[in-house]
Nanobody, 124 residues
Framework: QVQLVESGGGLAQSGGSLRLSCAASGFTFNNYAMSWARQAPGKGLEWVAGILSGGSDTYYVDSVKGRFTISRDSAKNTVYLQMNSLKSSDTAVYYC?????????????????WGQGTQVTVSS
C-alpha cells in the first residue's frame, strides 16, 4: 500500500522557519522524483519545489528560491522541505507528491502519488 505521510506543519511567525517531512512507503522511493506543492485558501494547487530521483537536481518556483530547500534521504525514504524566512504568502496546505520517470518536476499532472497535506500558517 502506497503512503506519503507529511508532517512538520504548524504555525510560524513571519521570518521564521519550519521543516516539512514526507515519509514514503509502498513503492521504490529511489526511482521516483519528489515534489512539494501547496494550495493557499481560495487558490489552486501550486508546485513549489522538486527533486529528481537521483537527488542531485533540485528545482524551485521563483517565489521560494533562496528561502526553501528540498532534499531527500534514501535511507529513510523521506523528502524534506526546509522553509526559512517565511512570509504570510507561504500560508497554505503543503502536499508532497511522487512521480515515476518525472524529468520536469513542475508538471503536477504527471505525479502518481500524493500525501494528505499538512497545514502551514505564517502570521505577520
Amino acid at each position: 500500500q502506497v503512503q506519503l505521510v507529511e508532517s512538520g506543519g504548524g504555525l510560524a511567525q513571519s521570518g521564521g522557519s519550519l521543516r516539512l517531512s514526507c515519509a514514503a512507503s509502498g513503492f521504490t522511493f529511489n526511482n521516483y522524483a519528489m515534489s512539494w506543492a501547496r494550495q493557499a485558501p481560495g487558490k489552486g494547487l501550486e508546485w513549489v519545489a522538486g527533486i529528481l530521483s537521483g537527488g542531485s537536481d533540485t528545482y524551485y518556483v521563483d517565489s521560494v528560491k533562496g528561502r526553501f530547500t528540498i532534499s531527500r534521504d534514501s535511507a529513510k525514504n523521506t523528502v524534506y522541505l526546509q522553509m526559512n524566512s517565511l512570509k504570510s504568502s507561504d500560508t497554505a496546505v503543503y502536499y508532497c507528491a511522487a512521480g515515476f520517470g518525472v524529468r520536469s518536476t513542475v508538471i503536477l499532472a504527471q505525479y502518481d502519488y500524493w500525501g494528505q497535506g499538512t497545514q502551514v500558517t505564517v502570521s505577520s
